[in-house]
């Protein structure tokens, strides 16, 4: 895989007004990365042939769905969570 060369994040490196930064910018930031690097582990086990890879597929799916869903509610304690289980997908 090839890292991206344009950062999708990169409006949250720029400190704007109305932003605060802090730790909980901070795991929104890590957790948002993490995110965008299982999706594209995603990518690879759905082009696996013959379905060999839906399984993993479809277990990083549910866990990326969980994560946004944590952001979508601001839970912290489940943000912290999904963030340590996307960081040991590989």
Known sequence: M???TNDPL???NNNSAGMQT???TDLVQQLL???IR???IILYYD???NGGGQLGSSILN???SEAYQSLVNYDTVLMR???DLLLNCD
């Open 38 to 40: 299982v999706k594209e």
């Open 62 to 64: 549910e866990l990326v």
């Open 81 to 83: 969570k999904y963030y």
């Open 10 to 12: 990169d409006f949250l």
């Open 47 to 49: 082009s696996i042939p």
């Open 22 to 24: 802090g730790t909980q």
């Open 2 to 4: 090839t890292p991206a």
């Open 33 to 35: 990365y993490e995110i």
